[in-house]
């Protein structure tokens, strides 16, 4: 289970950090991604870290503004989100996977999501 917390409403140019919490003892062989999705839309890639933190990627609409990480002794992935713009509004979510991957398709655990409202 993943538990996804940390949205809000923010100005444009703030900052948020979005938390996900797992609940599982293998952490660690996850790799941890964030989607984001607008109403009528596909979901997508925002960014994804591997397991023992020691690659990531991201995606070129928040490169530079937006960073992954984790604590895997918290079971728990972060993103800091700086500089919000108001095309970053959306619900994010986080996702858990074996593969690293940015294809939302081969991500088998998701969390609920979190609204993130930008305002100009």
């Known amino acids: 289970q993943l538990v996804e917390s940390g949205g809000g409403l923010v100005q444009a140019g703030g900052s948020l950090r979005l938390s996900c919490t797992a609940s599982t003892r293998m952490f660690n062989n996850y790799n941890m991604a964030w989607f984001r999705q607008t109403p009528g839309k596909e979901r997508k890639f925002v960014a994804v870290?591997?397991?023992?933190?020691?690659?990531?990627d991201y995606s070129a609409s928040v490169k530079g503004r937006f960073t992954i990480s984790r604590d895997n002794a918290k079971s728990t992935v972060f993103l800091q989100m700086n500089n919000l713009q108001p095309e970053d509004t959306a619900v994010y979510y986080c996702?858990?996977?074996?593969?690293?991957?940015?294809?939302?398709?081969?991500?088998?655990?998701w969390g609920q999501g979190t609204q993130v409202t930008v305002s100009s």
């Open positions: 996702a858990a996977d074996f593969d690293f991957t940015s294809d939302s398709s081969e991500y088998d655990y």
């Open positions: 870290i591997s397991g023992s933190a020691a690659s990531t």
